[in-house]
């Protein structure tokens, strides 16, 4: 058995992971508290820390077919060849969570453009630019220098460098 990313349709996580659950798949489905203004205060907010996407762990030659076509699945991330997610992504993400939530450290004030390196996390020590933070607090984007990749951190913690 592996962990694989599973796309679902917008708002559905919570369904698709509850479905799995009860057909026996283990399943990774982990939140974020964010603060967020309503109106004219601010209020917190619990959102999912993978928009649109979970992790499950499931052999896929006996339970692809179940896991695709469960109600709220778009496709298994690879489709018809799913993509193996290593075991250390799921464990980082576990290691970051308390109950279902996983916890985020602020990072340092950044501003755009600036050089960072990633303390910890699945992309520990590597290099990239900081773009912008977004929703909330506690998320940003950084531009990868390894990989020309453009990637939305959440629950990492930055270094300015």
Not at 31 to 48: C, F, H, N, Q, W
Not at 82 to 106: C, F, G, N, S, Y
Not at 142 to 158: K, N, Q, T
Request: glycine residues 6%; hydrophobic residues 35%.
């Amino acid at each position: 058995m592996n962990w694989y990313a599973v796309y679902t349709k917008p708002k559905q996580e919570d369904r698709v992971a509850s479905q799995l659950a009860e057909c026996g798949i283990e399943v990774l489905n982990p939140k974020i508290r964010l603060k967020k203004y309503r109106g004219d205060r601010l209020a917190e907010s619990v959102e999912p820390f993978f928009p649109c996407y979970l992790f499950a762990n499931f052999d896929k030659g006996t339970n692809l077919r179940l896991v695709k076509y469960t109600k709220g699945v778009k496709y298994v991330v690879g489709k018809e060849n799913p993509i193996e997610v290593p075991e250390e992504i799921t464990a980082t993400i576990r290691e970051k969570m308390q109950e279902d939530h996983v916890v985020i450290l602020r990072p340092d004030k950044l501003e755009k453009g600036d050089r960072v390196k990633i303390r910890d996390g699945a992309f520990k020590d590597f290099y990239g630019i900081f773009e912008r933070a977004t929703r909330g607090f506690e998320r940003v984007v950084v531009l990868l220098e390894a990989m020309c990749y453009r990637l939305e951190l959440s629950g990492c913690s930055l270094l300015r460098v």
